[in-house]
């Protein structure tokens, strides 16, 4: 079921990545739901998913700082 999650917010992100206000959004929502490893799955899986669009990639930090509370 956890991973079922994971994938399921990597879909979200990937819909709603038009958006930094939304993509913000949904990236805090992730935070509550995923496990702690996933999370650290999320950062580099962000990373990559950002490369190609850099007015997303100001998202890295509040992903980095969250790491750090785990």
Same mark, same amino acid.
Request: with cysteine; net charge positive.
């Given at each position: 079921?956890?991973?079922?999650?994971?994938? +399921?917010?990597?879909?979200? *992100?990937?819909?709603?990545?038009?958006?930094?206000?939304?993509? #913000?959004? %949904? &990236?805090? $929502?992730?935070?509550?739901?995923?496990?702690? +490893?996933?999370?650290?799955? *999320?950062?580099?899986?962000?990373?990559?998913?950002?490369?190609? #669009?850099? %007015? &997303?990639? $100001?998202?890295?930090?509040?992903?980095?700082?969250?790491?750090?509370?785990?």
């Amino acid at each position: 079921m956890a991973r079922a999650m994971f994938e +399921y917010t990597k879909t979200v *992100l990937e819909k709603v990545s038009f958006s930094l206000d939304l993509f #913000k959004k %949904e &990236l805090e $929502k992730a935070f509550e739901r995923l496990l702690p +490893y996933e999370v650290k799955e *999320l950062y580099f899986w962000l990373q990559e998913f950002t490369q190609s #669009k850099p %007015e &997303l990639q $100001k998202c890295l930090p509040l992903i980095e700082n969250s790491k750090r509370s785990l």
